[in-house]
């Protein structure tokens, strides 16, 4: 069974990099054809994916975030993180780490497994 954990500061402020860490078990993030994804869900909102690391190494962002958005891997922990800059009180949300495990053929994600999400309230 795959398993997802997130890890991270609970609060950060505003301005700062916020670092989070997915670490998992039970599959490798290297296993081809799967992705490993960064996914929030902001107060009343419905959930906002970030963006992702492929088996391969590649990096996909949504284009709204690209630009303070950075996900990367550490293979030898099967570990991956995302680190989002210059954060805003409007970036607080619950961030939850999730894997895809292909596409359909419609190119709908196959979610497997999510991490069970953490709080983080950005505020001076």
């Known amino acids: 069974q795959v398993q997802l954990q997130e890890s991270g500061p609970g609060l950060a402020k505003p301005s700062q990099t916020l670092s989070l860490t997915c670490t998992v078990s039970?599959?490798?993030?290297?296993?081809?054809?799967?992705?490993w994804n960064w996914i929030r869900q902001l107060p009343g909102k419905g959930l906002e994916w970030m963006g992702a690391i492929g088996y391969e190494g590649r990096n996909f962002y949504s284009p709204s975030l690209r630009s303070r958005t950075s996900v990367s891997r550490d293979t030898s922990k099967n570990q991956f993180s995302l680190h989002l800059s210059s954060v805003t009180p409007e970036d607080t949300a619950v961030y939850y780490c999730?894997?895809?495990?292909?596409?359909?053929?419609?190119?709908?994600?196959?979610?497997?497994?999510w991490g069970q999400g953490t709080q983080v309230t950005v505020s001076s």
């Open positions: 039970g599959d490798s993030i290297t296993t081809s054809y799967s992705f």
């Open positions: 999730a894997e895809i495990m292909g596409f359909y053929k419609n190119g709908d994600p196959n979610f497997g497994s």
